[in-house]
């Protein structure tokens, strides 16, 4: 018989969480615009882009999620 030992998962570093991650990024932009707004206007375009981007993702998930779900109410039938 062999024995398995299950080891506990190890805790990531703060900065490699997520939500630590979203902070820093948006005090970084916040000062960004506020010391340097000629440089985050000439960043606009990324933001714009990545808008659309997200936007243009929403559809097809929404689809596939109704999708998924009215493939499920058959098997629910048997």
């Known amino acids: 018989?062999?024995?398995?030992?299950i080891t506990p998962a190890r805790k990531l570093?703060?900065?490699?969480?997520l939500y630590v991650q979203v902070i820093t990024a948006v005090i970084i932009g916040v000062l960004l615009g506020y010391f340097y707004p000629a440089t985050g206007e000439a960043m606009k375009p990324l933001g714009d882009?990545?808008?659309k981007l997200i936007?243009?993702?929403?559809a097809p998930i929404i689809f596939c999620t109704v999708v998924v779900g009215i493939a499920g109410m058959e098997d629910m039938k048997k």
């Open 1 to 5: 018989m062999e024995s398995t030992t």
């Open 13 to 17: 570093p703060i900065y490699r969480s």
């Open 49 to 51: 882009g990545f808008i």
């Open 55 to 58: 936007k243009m993702i929403i």
